[in-house]
């Protein structure tokens, strides 16, 4: 917010920006603004396109919205676009956070500026709420808006009230070994096939392999390099089968990346989330990635792998002091106990 105070010819500017400095400025008179006059700084017309405030009603500015109260007082909210950039690089910055979290966390706000503004009041976020109707999509919203009020704004008070709603999954549906072949038979890319089988058979999460650059991956050992950890996920070496080699060399033959990438799966933002739509319309199974991790954690327990070890495949933090501090993560240890188990999809 920027508070104005409005003298005789004079503008005062108490707070510029969201986190910038103070600073004053005239009215701009016409040698101000050619910056011939000595006696204050030059001051662009574009913040007022040229208006000079009116005390009853409000004009729209080149920043923003500017409310002016009847009286002295008027309130500025900044230009939405520059907001939001500058929380995108205090995500990027200051959290550390992924570039799929920045981009997620950019199409919750970038949604709110469109449809209450940038600096809402508690009713408006409310109202905003109110129309998500799927409890997944509501609380990766609430994270985002506390990001941006509580963490970005330091304004916490404005989204104290909205709590995480419960979400029921349900039971996880486990789809057998001939389900798999039969949803894998209707996979019509070689793309498509490799994501399938590599989801399969690593137990890797959907943006984890979607992220994957080509120097992650070590094609003859069979072996993806660590890429990430965080508080509560930390990548080891992860592994594929035969299977799933055989697949992405024929991917890789036909692989296209335009824009020089240098992803192993380049595809624009609204195709992966879309993942194996096709397969899903022809088979009516709704195998997802998340569904072949599941089924790569059950199947390599059935397998005999202990469950510090698929949980170390899968990029979970161990918890147990054994797993912790008296288990062997090097690479030939890790691989070792992941052929032995034989996975295996297609045979």
Excluded at 22 to 48: Q, Y
Excluded at 129 to 155: H, M, Q, T, V
Excluded at 293 to 318: H, S, T, Y
Excluded at 339 to 344: E, H, I, T, V
Aim: glycine content about 6%; charged content about 30%; hydrophobic content about 40%.
């Amino acid at each position: 917010m920027v508070n104005i105070e409005i003298f005789i010819g004079t503008v005062r500017f108490i707070h510029v920006g969201v986190r910038g400095a103070d600073w004053t400025a005239r009215w701009p008179s016409k040698s101000m603004v050619e910056g011939s006059n000595p006696s204050g700084p030059a001051f662009k017309t574009s913040l007022f396109n040229g208006k000079k405030p009116n005390q009853e009603k409000g004009f729209l500015d080149s920043r923003g919205i500017c409310t002016v109260q009847r009286g002295l007082t008027c309130t500025v909210q900044p230009r939405a676009d520059a907001l939001l950039n500058e929380f995108l690089k205090f995500c990027r910055v200051d959290l550390h956070l992924k570039p799929s979290s920045v981009k997620s966390k950019k199409l919750y706000i970038a949604r709110m500026m469109r449809e209450v503004g940038p600096d809402p009041t508690t009713e408006e976020l409310r109202d905003f709420l109110a129309a998500f109707e799927n409890p997944s999509s509501y609380n990766n919203c609430i994270k985002a808006l506390r990001l941006y009020f509580r963490d970005f704004l330091g304004d916490y008070d404005r989204v104290r009230t909205f709590k995480f709603c419960r979400v029921d999954y349900g039971p996880v549906r486990l789809y057998s070994v001939r389900e798999l072949r039969e949803f894998y038979s209707a996979l019509d890319t070689e793309r498509d096939r490799a994501l399938f089988l590599l989801y399969a058979t690593s137990g890797r999460r959907r943006t984890e392999v979607l992220d994957l650059r080509l120097s992650d991956l070590r094609l003859e050992d069979r072996v993806i390099m660590p890429v990430h950890s965080s508080a509560t996920k930390k990548t080891w070496y992860s592994f594929f089968n035969e299977e799933a080699k055989a697949a992405l060399e024929e991917y890789l033959n036909v692989r296209q990346d335009p824009k020089r990438s240098g992803r192993l799966f380049p595809m624009a933002w609204a195709e992966k989330s879309c993942l194996f739509r096709i397969a899903m319309e022809k088979t009516g199974l709704h195998i997802t990635p998340q569904t072949l991790r599941f089924w790569f954690a059950n199947e390599m327990a059935r397998l005999g792998v202990p469950d510090r070890f698929i949980d170390a495949f899968q990029g979970r933090i161990p918890r147990s002091v054994l797993a912790r501090h008296y288990t062997d993560y090097s690479l030939e240890n890790l691989k070792a106990i992941y052929d032995r188990a034989g996975l295996k999809v297609l045979s």
